[in-house]
T-cell receptor, first 112, second 115 residues
Framework: DAKTTQPPSMDCAEGRAANLPCNHSTISGNEYVYWYRQIHSQGPQYIIHGLKNNETNEMASLIITEDRKSSTLILPHATLRDTAVYYCIVRDMNTGFQKLVFGTGTRLLVSP | GAVVSQHPSRVICKSGTSVKIECRSLDFQATTMFWYRQFPKQSLMLMATSNEGSKATYEQGVEKDKFLINHASLTLSTLTVTSAHPEDSSFYIC???????????FGPGTRLTVL
């Protein structure tokens, strides 16, 4: 079962920041937080991941709370092409196969 | 980012036939590849983990004799849906880890329709 909870849907105006929350209150010390997104009928696309420090790359920023029980993915200037389902995944890096277990995700709709 | 390809992208077959789907890591070697299935309006469900040179590890409820997985090289894994039936119609997606502890890259998916 997925170890994360996300709102089922969110709306965002084009050009504004999209802040997608994720709750992972049962996360353990060796588990990373990964974010992927899936545009309709395509394979998921990696966005970002982190352990406890905030992370930023060319796509997004990841803010992880100090207790690591929740995180927020920030798309600083959302575009129409950012409309997708966003998945927050907790991944145990110490298990043999380090598999990803997908939850239901958040459907982000970016509107003009 | 690294590239993972799948072939075919779309396949339609008759009930009772077998279908093979290929997953390739194009610019890196993948010791471990994963196979997922996604039904309409649902999330991805992990079917099995494929390791090069060894037997695949299947998730609970996935029939290993129906979904045959072969990982013969560090760049290729195949999923064969044997004796396909209409309920096997789905979007099949593979992924690969470039290195341990890094991001996992996904293929574009294969849409299977069984008539």
């Amino acid at each position: 079962d997925a170890k994360t909870t996300q709102p089922p849907s969110m709306d965002c105006a084009e050009g504004r920041a999209a802040n997608l929350p994720c709750n992972h209150s049962t996360i353990s010390g060796n588990e990373y937080v990964y974010w992927y997104r899936q545009i309709h009928s395509q394979g998921p696309q990696y966005i970002i991941h982190g352990l406890k420090n905030n992370e930023t790359n060319e796509m997004a920023s990841l803010i992880i709370t100090e207790d690591r029980k929740s995180s927020t993915l920030i798309l600083p200037h959302a575009t129409l092409r950012d409309t997708a389902v966003y998945y927050c995944i907790v991944r145990d890096m110490n298990t043999g196969f380090q598999k990803l277990v997908f939850g239901t995700g958040t459907r982000l709709l970016v509107s003009p | 980012g690294a590239v993972v390809s799948q072939h075919p992208s779309r396949v339609i077959c008759k009930s009772g036939t077998s279908v093979k789907i290929e997953c390739r890591s194009l610019d890196f070697q993948a010791t471990t590849m994963f196979w997922y299935r996604q039904f309409p309006k649902q999330s991805l469900m992990l079917m099995a983990t494929s390791n090069e040179g060894s037997k695949a590890t299947y998730e609970q409820g996935v029939e290993k004799d129906k979904f045959l997985i072969n990982h013969a090289s560090l760049t290729l894994s195949t999923l064969t849906v044997t004796s396909a039936h209409p309920e096997d119609s789905s979007f099949y997606i593979c992924s690969a880890d470039r290195t341990s502890g890094s991001e996992q890259f996904f293929g574009p998916g294969t849409r299977l329709t069984v008539l």
